[in-house]
Structure formats: structure tokens, C-alpha cells
């Protein structure tokens, strides 16, 4: 496909007002179209708060974000965020249908798209499982749905959008080991040349991404794919052993 969005860091420094130590510290790495970028650090690492970053919530205090080559801060937002679809890690869905949640995306976006988000997002099988199958009512933020199939809606609600970059922070947290990889899977099938940036906890999740960035404290502890980690980074070790 035609579109595409490299996203790179250069030297990134970012401070919350007023906070003492930095929450992102010097952090540079490249992603690339089609390919999978996966960040991974304990509770507190700085992940959250990196991936904030590339859709411009938070100004950084040094360095650079680049995409496609164009430092963030020269582009529209409008034409920034366009590019990117975000799911945040608590995700929030709204009373609605479960069709209007996922076309929130996208609004333009037939029934049939929103099944193939659906079906990407190994969300359609409990889908069908519903009287009213994508026209069931979700109660108050989802009360009626499990955690797992809450994020699966939100991250249906990202791909309905086709976009060229998705940031998925810790989306696949609240599923079984088996979804998490099915999902995975279609996901690398159908996100064709789209920049997939995916922050977790546990390595399962990031093993087979093409890259997979360190984080601790705020800073870069290493790059490089699983293999690479496991031989000769302390922390990316000490993860997987916990
Ligand atoms: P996060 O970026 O939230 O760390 P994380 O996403 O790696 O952690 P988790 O796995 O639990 O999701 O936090 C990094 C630091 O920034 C931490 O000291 C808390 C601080 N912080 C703020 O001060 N304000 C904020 O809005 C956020 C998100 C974090
Ligand atoms: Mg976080």
C-alpha cells in the first residue's frame, strides 16, 4: 500500500511541569513501516508516557520526533493524528451500540468495515454471540463486557481507521495467550505497511516484533529483537524471569 510513516526519535527528553526527573530521557529509535516496534519496561518505566508523545499531547523538552522525516512540531495536528490511531491504555468506551463505538474511528465507515475491524480485532466471534450481534447496547463504559473484550472493541475502534501508524498501549493486557497471538497475527496479515509502535509487560507479547525497546527509568536500556536481549541485556532478562 501506498501510505506510509516512519516514526523516529531523536535524543527525546520530556519532563511532566514541575517534575523533578524526567519521565523520557534521551530516547532514540527508529520504526518502520510494517513492521513492529514493541516496547517493553516495568510499571512506571516511561512507556505511557513515550508513546504520548508521537500524537503531540505533551510538547517534549529536547531533541526531536520525526515522521516520514518532518519534526512533529511542524506539522498540523490535525494532520498528525490523522495518521495515527491510538489506543490508550485505558481505553474508554461509551453507551452506545458496539457498532457506534468502533465507527467512533472512523464515522463514515460501513457495517461491513466495522466487521472486518471486528474480525482483526478476534473480537466478531463474541460479537455474534449477541442477539443484536454489532447493534448491542454497551451499558456505561462497557459495564456488560469483560476487560478483554473491551479491548478488543477499543483496538477495533483504531483499525476501522486504516491508519498508517497505530500505538496499542498495553492492549493486550487483559487477554488469554492464545487471543493476544491471534490478534497479533492478523494484525502484522492486515496492517499491510502501517507502523505498528506496541507497548507491554510481558514478553510473550513482544517476542516475534521486529525491534523491541527497553525501557527503564525513563531511559533506554537496550534495542533489538528477543534473541538479541535475552543474550546480553540485564533488565530484559530480569523481565523475562519474573
Ligand atoms: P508512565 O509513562 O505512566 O509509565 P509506564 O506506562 O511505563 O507504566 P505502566 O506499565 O504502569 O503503565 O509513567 C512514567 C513516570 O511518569 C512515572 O513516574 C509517573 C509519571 N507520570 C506523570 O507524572 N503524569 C502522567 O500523566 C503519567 C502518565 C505519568
Ligand atoms: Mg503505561
Redesign the pocket.
Known amino acids: 500500500t501506498g501510505a506510509h510513516a516512519e516514526v523516529e526519535f531523536k535524543n527525546v527528553t520530556f519532563r ?1 511541569a514541575g ?1 523533578e ?1 524526567a ?2 530521557e534521551d530516547i532514540s529509535f527508529l520504526a518502520k513501516p510494517g513492521e513492529t516496534t514493541a516496547i517493553i ?10 508513546v ?1 508523545l508521537i500524537p503531540r499531547f505533551y510538547d517534549i523538552e529536547s531533541g526531536s520526533i520525526l515522521v516520514n522525516g518532518i519534526d512533529i512540531r511542524e506539522m498540523k495536528q490535525h494532520t498528525l493524528r490523522e495518521k495515527i490511531g491510538y489506543v490508550p ?1 485505558k481505553a474508554s468506551l461509551f453507551s452506545g451500540t458496539i457498532a457506534e463505538n468502533v465507527r467512533f474511528g472512523a464515522k463514515d465507515a460501513t457495517d461491513q468495515e466495522v466487521m472486518d475491524a471486528l474480525q482483526t480485532a478476534q473480537a466478531i466471534d463474541f460479537v455474534n454471540e449477541k442477539e443484536d450481534g454489532i447493534n448491542t447496547y454497551i451499558e456505561q463504559a462497557g459495564s456488560n463486557l469483560s476487560g478483554g473484550q473491551k479491548q478488543r472493541l477499543a483496538i477495533a475502534r483504531a483499525l476501522v481507521r486504516k491508519p498508517e501508524i497505530y500505538i496499542f ?2 492492549s493486550f493486557s487483559a487477554l488469554d495467550y492464545k487471543t493476544d497471538a491471534k490478534l497479533r497475527s492478523a494484525l502484522k496479515e492486515e496492517t499491510g505497511n502501517s507502523t505498528i509502535i506496541l ?1 507491554a ?1 510481558r514478553v510473550n507479547t513482544v517476542m516475534d516484533a521486529d525491534r523491541i525497546i527497553v ?1 527503564n527509568e ?1 531511559k533506554l536500556a537496550g534495542i533489538g529483537t528477543h534473541e538479541e536481549l535475552l543474550k546480553d541485556n540485564t533488565i530484559y532478562q530480569e523481565i523475562v524471569e519474573s
Open positions: 511532566y517534575a526527573k519521565a523520557v519496561g516495568s510499571t512506571g518505566a516511561g512507556k505511557t508516557s513515550l504520548q491504555q498501549d498495553d507497548v509487560q525501557l525513563g
